[in-house]
């Protein structure tokens, strides 16, 4: 009675200390959520600082400053200075030599010039450059989206990689206790030793497996870090859940997704950039009309000379004008300009066709990809429960001797084989609806 009393408190021990070291390691591991991950990607990815900087390059480009609608105001300013010796010979009079003769000249204008009329091209211009702000933000938002579907490939990835290493941390622990149990069994006589070497053959087998599924999740770590570029210890480990956006949801995104996806918006934003392109080459046919004025000061200091006293000579004053330039004939090359204007704009046109068939097609396989992936993700799930059941049954039956180890072992490999393919399908079927809500526009819409 006391041995049993002794022997319970044993394991009530062994099961208190086990349940401590499993807390103190999912303590010390850092959980990084989708949510942060995502906030990671946007703040610190170098692809993604590298479109903003873009954007914000464009922005600057569309402002007052870069339209040409300001005027330009230029000054310049001179100084001259010469040491000359002079020997003027005139008829009738003595030579006159001189020596050191300094003449010097200061000057200061201020110009002032506006273009009144320029055939409408900065007006096209102007509107242009407001485009391709637009297109650098559509540019920038497909740039986050492929970051996002990279990160979101690794981050799930590194979530399957978490799950097997579960498992096979499982398998392994089951295989060790099979051995044990199998020694116990040959040490009484009650199986051979073949028994013995399988169950130890599968130990190793198991360990082997378990290591370099380990490896492999770090390897993931290392490259999930990269992705989101965040100096991390390699503890840390992702949330593993995952929750399917509805269905029905799916199908509205899709109804929508000509309007909201942005390779479709980009090619709409250059066909809008393409036609301006053609009213600026009209312009050329137009004349240009320039106002300018100006504002002088001139200091002129004269030596003496043979037939005038040395002077100090100062003007200054005013001027404006207006100046109209018109090209009659440049030899055709603005009709050219207009004709290769208006061929790429219906290049353009084109591209844009392309661009939306393209989309819908990839749309409905990433939908029917989707679907597939949801529905190999539940009959896993099924499968997983069938196998779990079977093998319950299969270590009960074995435990009491109506099993052998063979049978067992099959069991164990063919739940083991049901989990990491659950794994795969599960993460495979958020991945295949992540890439969905890319093509519909959606992604970065979505709560991760």
Known sequence: MKKQIMNKKLVFLVFLLFFVFIQSKALSQEILTKKEAVKSVLDNNYGIKIAENN??????????????????????????????DRLAEIDGRDPLDQNDLETQRYNANLDLNYTLFDGMGRIYNYEQLKLQYNLSQLEARET??????QMFSVYYELARRLKNVEVLENTLTLSKERLQRVEYQFDYGQINKLAVLNAEVDV???????????????NTKRDLLVVINEELTEKF?????????????????????EQNNVSVQIIEENLLISDYDKKLSFTGYLPRLDLFGSYGWNRNISPESPFFPGSTQTTKGYSAGVSLSWNLFDGGQTSVRIQNAKVAYESQQIQKELIKQNVNRDIKNAFENYK??????KLQKKNVTTNKNNFDRTQEQFNIGQVNSVEFRQAQLNLLNAQTSYNLAKYDAKLAEVQLLQLTGQLLNTEF
């Open 55 to 84: 954007v914000e390059i464009a922005e600057n480009n569309k402002g007052i400053l870069n339209s040409g609608y300001l005027p330009t105001l230029t000054t310049n300013m001179g100084w001259d200075f010469s040491l000359q």
């Open 144 to 149: 986050i989206e492929n970051t996002l579907i």
């Open 204 to 218: 190793a087998n198991d360990s082997i497996n378990l290591i370099d599924e380990q490896q492999n999740l770090v």
């Open 237 to 257: 480990v992702v949330d593993t859940t995952v929750t399917f956006t509805p269905l029905l949801q799916i199908e509205q995104f899709i109804e929508e997704a």
């Open 372 to 377: 597939n992936r949801l529905y190999i993700y």
